[in-house]
């Protein structure tokens, strides 16, 4: 027989509504820290033991909590950052529940202690596993709060056996500690643990101390293989780092994406983010990324997740296409550019965005009509097996880039006419390699991956400048498709027809493929369309016809490209050079791999010991 229906006793709702709050110690830091953010703290001390599990203690100078008001800060569903259901359309603090105090103390023994600037001496309150002990008495307290932390999950043993080792623990709140200090540029923040200090933040006002701070969280290799971004579009504002296509990782371990100052895990950003990179890095690596998104708040739901980890955008396309574009174009900038002309720093609260030029691309001129390299300068040279790449291109192959070789090249290579980023070229090295001297010392160019990257991209604009030629396919491809999937292909159809696919439905969830793409002849239609319906209902877009199109094309700029052992003359090095200054992306090839490398003259220096 059921059992009767019965109300819970309050210690046990206060245990179940912490389990939804507080997971480990790492949950109870991250509910601390952003109360000690919204508090208006500017500086930060975290003491921990144990990795969290003896010992939690966060101290801020920010405005503390009044003495008459401690009770309701351990009690459940009590709060200062909402008034009302008009408040929860536009929320801009971090924590905006009220729970958050309630439940760890549900679940330790807890102590707030507070200290406003009208009051003469601070005033604690002590919460025993969800029992409050005795009216708030007076502490000594300087302004600003104290919450610790102790004995977490004390009163649960089921709970606490499921915790990690220590080491695991304090894994992941040093984690979290680390993911706030970089959405808090402005907030010193020092991390103890077991009495020594882990971590040690001072505050970072300007560019030059938010990149160090960057590379304290990061890793200086992060900091020195990412460019700095910063767009702006109406009432969006984008800034932040993007890593070097070569900078990639087996994981998404390095992505940190915050809105209006919160950290989150957003589907439609990182799905923007990746688009980006789609044409310079391998298929199963990932970008790393620091970037910080600000918009109105009324025009994005931070309470569609129970911890906060997600939001939703009101304008969810307009945001992707932002994000899209803005992550393009400063991947698209050649990097060399950087060479010759300084980032200016901004400030900690500036967005405003620098007048943006569009990149210059490379000669439009249809590839069938460029210049081919004359066969005759090709001289087979001694290199190692591990240097050898394919054979020279058929004489009947047209399908070479065009090279202006008219570029002037100054007769003194000490003293450069215009100071091109990349320089004039002094030499071949091993029919692989262009060297080349800049105004900053020397430049290493993989001319293959550099040529190819430059007939990629020319390829690109030609299909841009053209219609998307299609070809009906002989025998008509049938598949069966969901009642979602055919409500998709209905509403999406004209828009996939102008990609040059036709799918019409044949019945209530059949459809057949009459028509494709010419550069997809041979692919496996049925699933491509699958693939295109599948990310039409989660993103509202897909890329994935371009995706097969472009990797055609790059396959095509592989065989297109100037191979191993072909000799180029100075002329054909430098306009190589002047091509690549010109074109977009062309600091990485189209596997995501550098095309040129810079020498430094103190590297050069440093290597043979001068000045030592």
């Not at 039409?536 to 592989?558: D, F, P, W």
């Amino acid at each position: 027989m059921p059992s009767r229906i019965h109300c819970l006793p309050q210690v046990l709702i206060n245990q179940i509504a912490a389990g939804e709050v507080v997971e480990r110690p790492a949950s109870v830091i991250k509910e601390l820290l952003e109360n000690s953010l919204d508090a208006g703290a500017t500086r930060i001390d975290i003491d921990v033991e144990r990795g969290g599990v003896k010992l939690i203690r966060v101290r801020d100078n920010g405005g503390g909590i009044h003495q008459e008001d401690l009770p309701l800060a351990v009690a459940s569903h009590a709060t200062s950052k909402i008034v009302d259901s008009a408040d929860l359309a536009r929320v801009s603090t971090l924590g905006f529940r009220g729970e958050a105090l309630s439940s760890i103390a549900a679940v330790s023994r807890l102590s707030l202690t507070s200290r406003t600037e009208h009051q003469t001496s601070g005033w604690r309150v002590l919460v025993d596993g969800g029992t409050v002990g005795r009216e708030p008495g007076p502490a000594a307290h300087p302004l600003g709060t104290t919450v610790e932390v102790r004995e977490l999950f004390f009163n649960l043993p089921a709970r606490r056996k499921f915790l990690r080792s220590e080491r695991t623990e304090y894994a992941h709140l040093d984690q979290i500690v680390r993911r706030i200090a970089l959405s808090r540029f402005a907030v010193e923040i020092n991390l103890r643990h077991n009495q020594r200090s882990a971590l040690a933040l001072p505050c970072a006002p300007d560019r030059q101390t938010q990149t160090r701070r960057l590379g304290e969280v990061c890793g200086g290799v992060f900091v020195d293989n990412a460019v700095f971004v910063e767009q702006q579009s109406g009432d969006l504002h984008l800034r932040g780092w993007l890593g070097l296509p070569s900078f990639s990782r087996s994981q998404t371990d390095l992505q940190y994406f915050f809105v209006n100052g919160r950290a989150v895990r957003d589907k439609l950003a990182h799905h923007a983010i990746r688009q980006a990179y789609q044409d310079v890095m391998y298929r199963d690596r990932h970008p790393a990324f620091v970037l910080f998104l600000q918009l109105d708040p009324a025009e994005v739901d931070v309470n569609a997740h129970p911890a906060k980890l997600e939001v939703r955008f009101h304008q969810s396309q307009q945001v992707h296409d932002f994000l899209l574009r803005a992550a393009q174009q400063t991947l698209a900038r050649p990097a060399l550019s950087a060479l010759s002309t300084p980032v200016p720093a901004a400030s900690t609260q500036s967005f405003s965005t620098p007048e943006y030029e569009e990149p210059v691309r490379t000669s439009n001129t249809p590839v069938t009509e460029s210049l081919r390299f004359p066969t005759t300068s090709y001289r087979p040279q001694a290199v190692a097996p591990e240097r050898q790449m394919s054979p020279p291109l058929r004489e009947q192959q047209a399908s070479y880039v065009q090279f202006d070789t008219s570029s002037p090249v100054p007769t003194d290579t000490d003293q450069p006419a215009d100071n091109p980023p990349l320089g004039y070229a002094l030499a071949q090295l091993q029919g692989v390699y262009i060297l080349a001297e800049n105004q900053h010392g020397l430049v290493l160019v993989d001319m293959h991956a550099a040529h190819e990257r430059i007939v990629y991209e020319r390829f690109k604009i030609n299909l841009e400048q053209g219609d998307m030629p299609a070809q009906p396919l002989l025998v008509p491809v049938t598949l069966g498709l969901s009642p979602t999937e055919m409500r998709c292909l209905e509403e999406q159809g004209e828009e996939l027809s102008a990609l040059g696919l036709e799918v019409v439905p044949l019945g209530p969830e059949t459809a057949a493929i009459r028509q494709l793409p010419v550069l997809l002849n041979g692919v496996d239609a049925a699933q491509l369309v699958r693939d295109l319906l599948a990310d039409l209902q989660a993103h509202g877009r897909s890329t994935r016809l371009s995706e097969n199109i472009h990797e055609v094309l790059a396959t095509r700029a592989c065989r297109s490209s100037v191979r191993a052992n072909r000799k180029l003359s100075v002329a054909e090095m430098n306009a190589l050079l002047r091509d690549m200054e010109r074109t977009a992306y062309s600091s990485q090839c189209n596997h995501g791999r550098p095309t040129w490398i810079q020498l430094s003259l103190a590297e050069l220096d440093k290597l043979f010991l001068r000045g030592r």
